[in-house]
C-alpha cells in the first residue's frame, strides 16, 4: 500500500505509513491498519476521504542544483532544500542520488520511485561525471592509480577515471581543474577520494548522469525529459505500464529557471482564474467584419477596345530585311 500511494504522489512511504497508523487510508472504504496490503485492479483507494486517482506516466527532469540546497524533502536542521525551490506545477518528485549541501551541477529528478532506485545502483552500469577544483600538487601518474580503485578509511571505491583538465602553479600550491568519471557514486566520493591524495576540492560539479548531460541548462533550471527519450533510455527499467506514450513533455520551462505546466485555449484560462489573475477582455471586432468583401473579377474574356472616329487606320509596318551579325574586329597587332 505505501508502495501504491508514494508512486501515486501522495507521500513518501514512511509518511503513508504514518497516515495508514493514524487511519487515514482507506481501501474500498475499510480503514487500514496495516501497510502490508495488496492493492488489486479496481480497488478504490481514499485518503482523508478524498479518491486517489491512478499514478501517472513516469516523468524525468533536469535540474541544475545550486550549491547550498539540500537534496531531501525535509531537513531537520531547516536549511533550504532542492524541492523548495523547485517552481510551481510539477508532480511530486524524488531524487535520482544526491549531490551534497556545497555540490552543484546536475541532479535528475523522477515522480517513480521504482526508477529511481534502479538508476542508483552500480549495476545499472551509468557513470557519473563531475568537474572539481581543487587546490594541491598531484601529477597524472598519480591520478592514474584510481582506475584500481582506492580505500578510504575502511571504504572501497572502486574504479575512477581522473584527468587533470587545467593546472595553475603558485608559490604555495597549484590550483587544479580535474574531471572524474565514475560508476558508485557513493556518500562524498569525489570529496573523499582527492583528499586522500593531499588535494581540497573547493567546488565540485555533476556533469552527466549517465546519457543525461548538464549542457547549457542554467543555475536553478529545470527541464523536462522527452517521453519520446524516455521510451529509448530507460527501456527495460521502467515499466511497461508507466512507459510515457505521448511526444512532447507536460512541463515547459521558463528562461528565469521557472516553468509552468503546458496548457492552451479553456485549460489556460482556468488556470490563470484559478491563480487569481483576472480573465482576459473580450476581443473587439470592427463593424461589418463578418461581411464578405466582394473582390474585383479580374477573370474571363478581355474586353472589346472601342476604335476612335477620328483615328487613322493601323497600317501595319514593312518588316525589316535580314541582316547578318558582322564578324568581330580583328584585334590590331
Do not use: C
Not at 54 to 83: C, I, M, W
Not at 195 to 222: Q, S
Amino acid at each position: 500500500m505505501a508502495k501504491v500511494l508514494a508512486r501515486a504522489g501522495v507521500a513518501s512511504r514512511r509518511d503513508v505509513e504514518r497516515l495508514i497508523e493514524d487511519g487515514k487510508v482507506a481501501l474500498n472504504g475499510q480503514l487500514l491498519t496495516t501497510p502490508a496490503v495488496t492493492v488489486q485492479a479496481g480497488d478504490i483507494l481514499t485518503v482523508e476521504g478524498r479518491v486517489v486517482n491512478a499514478p501517472e506516466p513516469t516523468r524525468v527532469f533536469r535540474y541544475h542544483k545550486p550549491a547550498g540546497l539540500v537534496t531531501s524533502h525535509n531537513d531537520p536542521q531547516g536549511r533550504p532544500t532542492v524541492f523548495d525551490a523547485l517552481p510551481a506545477g510539477l508532480p511530486r518528485l524524488i531524487s535520482v542520488g544526491r549531490l551534497d549541501l556545497n555540490s552543484e551541477g546536475l541532479l535528475l529528478l523522477t515522480n517513480d520511485g521504482g526508477l529511481s532506485r534502479a538508476l542508483e545502483l552500480p549495476s545499472s552500469g551509468w557513470p557519473r561525471r563531475y568537474r572539481a577544483r581543487a587546490w594541491g600538487r598531484i601529477d597524472q601518474a598519480r591520478l592514474d592509480t584510481l582506475k584500481d580503485g582506492i580505500s578510504v578509511e575502511g571504504v572501497r571505491y572502486g574504479s575512477i577515471e581522473a584527468r587533470i583538465d587545467k593546472s595553475r602553479d603558485g608559490p604555495t600550491g597549484a590550483n587544479l581543474w580535474i574531471t572524474l568519471t565514475l560508476a558508485e557514486g557513493k556518500n562524498r566520493e569525489v570529496r573523499r577520494v582527492l583528499e586522500a591524495l593531499g588535494l581540497t576540492v573547493n567546488r565540485l560539479i555533476r556533469l552527466a548522469y549517465g546519457p543525461f548531460a548538464l549542457g547549457a541548462l542554467e543555475l536553478g533550471a529545470v527541464e523536462e525529459v522527452g517521453p519520446r527519450v524516455i521510451r529509448e533510455q530507460l527501456a527495460g527499467l521502467v515499466a511497461p505500464e508507466n512507459m510515457p506514450q505521448t511526444d512532447r513533455p507536460l512541463f515547459r520551462a521558463s528562461p528565469h529557471g521557472g516553468g509552468r505546466r503546458v496548457a492552451t485555449g479553456k485549460a489556460l484560462a482556468a488556470e490563470r482564474i484559478a491563480a487569481g489573475e483576472p480573465p482576459p477582455p473580450p476581443k473587439t471586432y470592427k463593424p461589418g467584419w463578418a461581411r464578405p468583401k466582394i473582390k474585383p473579377q479580374t477573370g474571363g474574356p478581355p474586353r472589346a477596345r472601342k476604335a476612335k472616329p477620328d483615328a487613322a487606320p493601323l497600317v501595319a509596318r514593312p518588316s525589316r530585311p535580314f541582316r547578318p551579325a558582322r564578324p568581330p574586329k580583328r584585334p590590331k597587332p
